[in-house]
């Protein structure tokens, strides 16, 4: 049996493959769970801390509703950013008093690597629900989980990422996962202000993985088994008419996707603005919100490991 | 074995007399759960999402003391109107998303028909919590509820509706889930500021219902089985002066219901501004209190029917 | 079997010494339930009503902590204050409403006495969380258990409090509560701006305690038994050049307690400031987190006598 080997979930980075492959099956059976509408107490009882210095509904309420769905409890503090307490208490003395109350503890603070100093001073498992500009793991493994779900597979992939590739953190995450299989290539398509950052583009030379950058999305369609796109964010933009010439131009209708593999999977971390076209939801490789199920599978997981690692038990419903 | 033949609750008029007659026959057994303090897995772990656009303490608080005597959980949203995504994201993108982490979803939302439009855009069990200037249908069934146990029938019945008739939603519908009894007659008083609207009244001249408009409480108030009173807001005046003066005059007193019936059912949606004098409070036949403890019942009833429509269990607590 | 003589939680002055006995036994109870991740349904279904009109993060959640841990659930109103209705619907009518959807309330409120009047005008226990300037009754009672704990003794003690002596209403209740033993002696050290009030010095000495007033943390130290430190509030000073001289020159640090007692008990109900230098954390005798620990065990404690008054039930978990 797969003993989780991390007392919190930080970085994309600490995962191996063979870590992946065995949280998979985990997230499978959680998935099963939901669909068979069995009731499970796994995490009776268990209480999970959300703590939101950052305001992010969805975030908050898919790890909120994997608890309840374990049979766990959970506190919110969705406004702490406005709390008096957070101006002057040290970001220790409150994760340790708060781990008090808890049992994990999920933290969205806009500080880097704030997430990491909050695990190092308490007892309890953390999980980063983001820190600033740095980490998103849980979002990065759901998209790595449905790529394996759509495409059957991880290795001989070619993953095309679209858009937003300097702000948009989860495209870094997915390249830091997604590496750690065999033969991926990537494609980034995106304007010039907005490209893929260096440190990325480093890691991928370092590694020896292949990567082409490119900005227009017929030209290489034809080759992608995944295309991931990403929101277009009009306050990225520092000149805006950049932005009106650009937010139609790289819309993804049915037109630009006639050139694509009839099996491409297509992503979007949503919530879209209007990078993906509607009527693309009605196809059947239209995997955005099968995506958005994923979140909740693979966040009971993750709690499960983390909340059961001393005291493994067997998937059981009563 | 009665089976509840909708997938959402968005309006009164969807109802029938039997669908009441049954409605009621569960909310009576909610009520002795709640009352014999028996402890209910009804909706164990089912997940309940309340999504308030507009702020509603009273309403949404009991939704979720109701899914929690049954055993259920809840997710919450009371701000999402100050959400950034609220502001670009579709209420169709964001309502399939948020179907996903829940099994019903509880929605106030200020726009005509918002309710049914989430509803027809996700696959789970939506409960319109009040759609703007249109419907708040499980307000009506608790109205109605009530009537049954304090007067013991439905039928041959003559109620007297008070004060803010324009504005006062509940009372539409009232009126909207009455007529489908035998023999009601009803009585509106109000100023002519804040008179029935002329939809209702289109409504039961073309039902061939009996009703009377008048404007002062004595003269009516012998005939009357059931007196619903409203609040009457300061904001809802063009003239204040006309507030003024009548606030006072429409004060229901100890002295007022001198004439009338021993048995006629004082109701109040709750909360109150003066409108009810608190006096009349001692009365056995003041049953606003008992009112506001039928919205737990009711809500019970019909999140339990909403979410074991196809695989209905007995009622058990264990 | 101790059957919990009241129906709510008021002031400390309700207790008396084989109250606090009693009390202290069944929380001992509670942190072995806590300890040993045994699953509890003590208060299974059990529906906690929070209401806080001033906002209090951490008191609102090791309640509410305290509640899951024990099986129950929560409604929250972490923002009455804000909300519409709190402005002109009065305390009782609002009270009698609320308590329709819980088993208990939880009140913060800044009018003092406001929690009494709201539990004269319910069926349902009230606890205290604060009203206004008067008593905080649940911090003093998980005050008295820490020394309990970290003393092994009630009696014969000399407890020292630090600092804001005029607004820190949790060392007013520590006096009123300690009285209750044997052989108390007190040390009050406190700028002359933040000394104690006259009347609990007028308690003090209307029940024959012996207590002294001093400005000097060294002078005394060696004799206490424990050591109450409380928050120096920037705020509270009219004169803000008496705050700068001050918050240095009272600052906890090894130094200061190398001529305490060995085993001196330093508490603090934090979060702190600065008033206690980080070295001291480590000191075996730094109670303060452990304190932080008791407010669940003795709030779960305290939940479970309101709740269990009719109707005792046997520890048992399953």
Not at 245 to 271: E, G, Q
Request: with cysteine.
């Amino acid at each position: 049996m797969y003993k989780f080997p991390y007392k919190d979930i930080i970085s994309t980075k600490q995962f191996t493959r063979n870590d992946l492959e065995n949280i998979f099956s985990i997230v499978k059976e959680m998935e099963e769970i939901v669909k068979s509408a069995k009731v499970s107490r796994l995490l009776e009882w268990k209480i999970m801390w959300s703590l939101f210095y950052e305001p992010s509904t969805r975030t908050r309420l898919s790890f909120e509703s994997a608890m309840h769905k374990l049979g766990g409890d959970v506190l919110t503090v969705s406004d702490w950013s406005t709390s008096s307490l957070s101006k002057w208490e040290s970001l220790e003395d409150n994760a340790k008093i708060n781990s008090i109350y808890c049992d994990i503890l999920t933290i969205r603070h806009p500080e880097v690597w704030s997430a990491e100093k909050t695990a190092k001073s308490v007892s309890k498992p953390v999980i980063n629900a983001w820190d600033g500009a740095n980490q998103h793991p849980t979002q990065s493994l759901l998209d790595v989980y449905t790529i394996l779900k759509e495409n059957k597979r991880l290795d001989n992939l070619h993953i095309a990422i679209v858009w937003d590739l300097k702000y948009g953190r989860t495209t870094h995450s997915l390249v830091y996962l997604m590496w750690l299989f065999e033969n991926i290539t990537f494609t980034f398509i995106s304007p010039e202000e907005l490209k893929m950052p260096e440190k990325v583009i480093s890691f991928l030379d370092e590694k020896n993985i292949k990567y082409s950058k490119i900005n227009d999305y017929k030209q290489w369609i034809k080759d992608a088994d995944v295309l991931y796109v990403t929101r277009l964010q009009k306050e990225r933009f520092t000149d805006l008419s950049e932005y009106e010439r650009l937010k139609n131009d790289f819309i993804l209708t049915l037109d630009v996707l006639k050139n694509a593999k009839k099996d491409i999977t297509i992503m979007h971390p949503l919530p879209r603005v209007n990078e993906v076209s509607h009527d693309v939801d009605k196809l059947p490789n239209a995997a955005f919100f099968r995506q958005a199920e994923n979140w909740l599978y693979v966040r009971m997981a993750l709690l499960y490991l983390l909340l059961n690692q001393s005291e493994w038990k067997e998937f059981s419903s009563d």
